[in-house]
């Protein structure tokens, strides 16, 4: 019972990222003077650095990033609610799923550990991803 859990939510959480699209040319513009990274802070203050390009694919960064929000101006995103183990996990996935999005080869499984994917479930939710 506990493997179908943690498969059931394992592929939730893979259907829910791979259901983010990249944003349109006109975000993507490389006359952008804002960095090409930002900051994510997890709930422990562990600072990960995301490319800007990939953070924009994801819907509830966009939003911060675009609007007029103080992660707009500064470019860091605090993640309060979120360990920095399921913050980086996050950060992996969105490398790997920018790297495979157009891919027409057989992409390879991203592994979620059965520990990590409530987690991991609650930080897609989250994100709108």
Known sequence: SQSITH??????????????????ASIMDDDNEESPYIKLISAENCEIFLSRRIALQVETMRVMLEGNFRESEEGVIRFPDMSASALEKVVKYLHYKYRYVDSNARIPEFSIDPEESLELLVAASYLNC
């Open 7 to 24: 498969s059931i939510i394992a592929a939730t959480f893979r259907a829910a990222l791979l259901s983010f699209r990249p944003p349109p």
